[in-house]
Every structure is written in structure tokens, then in C-alpha cells.
């Protein structure tokens, strides 16, 4: 069902070419990148949180961890994750496919700044052997993102100036 919307939008914004159905589930970032032919970096994850109770999606690069005292600063409180068990109820996607595309109304995205250093990333597409190319620019406009925020680490925006 939830890879039927994904597809379905993707349809009616006219970028249905961008969904490759994989021989292979992508469990990990790092699986995901190897059954793609991508650098794990340019995986768009997108992690589900509970902020007052609510569930809020970030979208960070694969190299991307959440610093815990930048998202208290953005958020005001400490990052937790949507318990596992609950991501497909509240943001509409099952674990291994949660994408920024088709979820469940009133889910707020963000955008971490980790991905702009790139031109496209990969995200899931509602289930776990569904991948799709975008660029970040179709990534912002798409997902509805609300903003760009700035709440990661352990990630380069090139070799010279080191981590973040």
C-alpha cells in the first residue's frame, strides 16, 4: 500500500522513471549504497522522531549521524526516535522503505544540510527493494519539506575542510 502512493505521486508528478524496483532489500545504508552503485553518503535516509508527541521526519545524508545538542537546539528537546513498531502507523511507511514522499498528513519534514553537497540522492520508496533517484532540488520541492536545518554530524563537505 505504501509503495502504491509512493508510486502513484511519482505518477502524477511525472517522475515515475525514477523508481527502480531492486532485486535486493536495502537494510542498511551501506546495502542500500551497494545494491544502487552510490556512495553510502548519498543515501537519503529519512529518520523518524517524536517531538511533543508528534512524529517529524528528518531527511540527512547516509555518512549523517543527529547530534544530539544541535537537534535540542532546533527541536528544544532531545532527539527520540518513532519506536519502531510505530513508524508505519505514524508516518505511513514501514521500516526500510520510510521515504519523504506519500507519508501520512501533518508529518512536518525537515532537510539536514548534509545533503546539499550533493547534486541527487537516493531515497526508499515505501518498501525496502524500492529505490528512487532525485535530484536535491526535486527532493525539497516534492517532499513539502518545511526547511533546511542543520542537525548532523560525522559527515565531509569535502576532503580540505574536515568534519562537521
Not at 527502480?20 to 542498511?28: F, P, S
Not at 528537546?77 to 518513532?82: E, F, G, R, T
Not at 553537497?117 to 524500492?130: K, L, N, P, S
Request: net charge negative; aromatic share 8%; hydrophobic share 40%.
Amino acid at each position: 500500500m505504501s509503495y502504491e502512493r509512493v508510486k502513484e505521486y511519482f505518477k502524477e508528478i511525472g517522475l515515475s522513471d525514477r523508481i527502480t524496483v531492486q532485486k535486493l532489500t536495502g537494510d542498511t545504508v551501506e546495502h542500500a549504497a551497494e545494491v544502487i552503485g552510490c556512495t553510502p553518503a548519498e543515501i537519503a535516509k529519512a529518520m523518524s522522531f517524536l517531538v511533543n508527541e508528534k512524529p517529524v521526519m528528518v531527511v540527512m545524508a547516509g555518512d549523517a549521524k543527529v547530534n544530539s545538542s544541535k537537534f535540542k537546539a532546533k527541536f528544544h528537546l532531545k532527539p527520540i526516535m518513532v519506536p519502531h513498531n510505530e513508524v508505519e502507523n505514524l508516518i505511513g511507511h514501514k521500516p526500510g522503505g520510510v521515504c519523504p514522499f506519500a507519508v501520512n498528513e501533518g508529518v512536518p519534514i525537515y532537510l539536514d544540510v548534509s545533503m546539499k553537497r550533493f547534486t541527487q540522492v537516493y531515497t526508499a520508496g515505501g518498501i525496502d527493494t524500492v529505490t528512487i533517484r532525485v535530484s536535491v532540488e526535486e527532493l525539497e520541492r516534492y517532499s513539502h519539506a518545511i526547511e533546511w536545518i542543520d542537525v548532523c554530524k560525522g559527515w565531509y563537505v569535502n576532503d580540505l575542510e574536515g568534519a562537521k
